[in-house]
């Protein structure tokens, strides 16, 4: 705690120590990782390259949301939250309010307001359009760690903009509860993958199962739902995609459990630009049309599998004969950043890893390696159906070990 504190005391926080100490493990006390993961690029320019190809950025780790120097934080913070509340009121309140006044009298309703209008451009059409996607955002953030009472429990800090008792707008959850559009936005899984979810998380079968919060109060799933219908509406090339429901949840929880009330207050609107962040760099595996390029899911998976071949040729080779792809188990792996594999807390700690990895992620390729290296014996001897039981209900638990064994195939390079 004491090496995190000098470090983060300077009146420029030094990149290299802090990813240092980032990837051992960040401590929880005071605040300290909600600051580190915030955290961002130096203020450098990238030097210059003579490859018009070769894309050359200053030096990331972490979440890039705060510049390095300390005295900036204040003005860009205040900055951010203040656009995150005008995103509230263009994209949620504004809309509410105009659904809410449509075809209240008869005179409003005319060609241009009409629900059946075929215009793409009408307002009712864009309304129609977007509670598609929000039912599925509602569906997948209501069973969010079903084994965790914290995303349903009520937010200290609910949102005063939408919860005004002035206001008859109609919030999203109204929106979802009053909606009879039958969604079929079906999960969309790719590589013939039918397991986003693992199947040891059940979740309620009925919204019905969920305890309804009194009037002015808003559990945190519905925090969680706000920031994700909110980057769809402005990332409309790749919307919402089932599966980043689990990106934006350990963001989340980790900023709204801040100790700090005066961070923890805006945890919404720091979560939000952290997640918009972290999407940047990871929003190609959401991309079906680019699985296949360089920068897809399918690339990477088999990353993994050259990876591994390099570091364990027989585990490789067993892999290769029984037919078990890595789109089977890598994809959820890789896509959601190990979220649905191990329990909120170790997955937070294996973030800490990959957030302060200055090669983005390299070492998520690593961590999978390690997770197969450590059961190669249980998988040499297994016939297909065992393997991939232990594939997608991975067995070890105790992530430190995994951590050190990825940072020791690493070191082997």
Not at 35 to 45: D, F, M, N, Q, T
Not at 305 to 332: H, M, W
Request: proline share 6%.
């Amino acid at each position: 705690i004491a090496d995190f504190q000098e470090v983060l005391g300077e009146p420029t926080v030094a990149l290299g120590k802090l990813r240092d100490l980032c990837f051992s493990g960040i401590p929880f006390d005071g605040g300290l990782r909600c600051l580190c993961w915030k955290l961002g690029s130096a203020l450098r320019l990238a030097p210059r390259s003579s490859d018009p190809n070769v894309c050359l950025c200053p030096a990331q780790i972490l979440l890039n949301y705060l510049p390095l120097e300390r005295a900036l934080w204040s003005s860009l913070l205040k900055k951010q939250r203040d656009l995150y509340s005008q995103f509230l009121k263009e994209m949620i309140i504004q809309p509410g309010i105009a659904k809410a006044n449509l075809g209240v009298s008869r005179e409003d309703v005319t060609l241009e307001d009409h629900p059946l209008n075929p215009n793409p451009d009408s307002r009712w059409n864009t309304y129609f359009k977007d509670n598609e996607v929000l039912l599925q955002i509602d569906k997948d953030v209501r069973r969010l760690y079903p084994d965790m009472a914290f995303f349903q429990r009520p937010t200290d800090y609910p949102c005063l903009l939408i919860l005004d008792p002035q206001n008859e707008f109609e919030t999203l959850r109204k929106r979802v509860e009053q909606t009879t559009l039958k969604s079929q936005t079906v999960a969309r899984n790719r590589s013939g993958v039918t397991n986003v979810s693992s199947p040891l998380k059940s979740s309620p079968n009925s919204l019905s199962e969920y305890e309804v919060l009194p009037n002015g109060c808003e559990a945190h799933w519905e925090v969680v739902e706000r920031i994700l219908f909110i980057y769809a509406k402005l990332n409309p090339g790749i919307a919402y995609v089932q599966g980043m429901n689990e990106i934006v949840g350990p963001l989340y929880y980790t900023f709204a459990t801040d100790p700090n009330s005066e961070w923890k207050e805006h945890a919404e609107a720091d979560t939000f630009f952290c997640f918009t962040n972290l999407m940047a760099e990871i929003r190609d595996n959401f991309i079906k049309s680019l699985d296949d390029s360089q920068c897809g899911i399918t690339y990477k998976m088999e990353k993994v599998y050259s990876t591994l071949k390099e570091k364990d040729v027989e585990l490789y080779l067993k892999l290769q004969e029984q037919n078990i792809k890595p789109q089977f188990f890598a994809f959820r792996w890789l896509t959601l950043l190990l979220s649905q594999e191990f329990l909120l807390p170790d997955v937070i700690r294996i973030w800490d890893s990959l957030f302060a990895d200055d090669k983005r992620f390299d070492f998520l390729l690593l961590v999978c390696c390690a997770m197969l290296t450590l059961i190669r014996d249980q998988l040499l001897e297994g016939d297909f159906t065992l393997n991939m039981r232990l594939l997608q209900d991975y067995p070890i638990s105790d992530v430190h070990l995994i951590l050190k064994k990825a940072k020791e195939l690493q070191d082997s390079k």
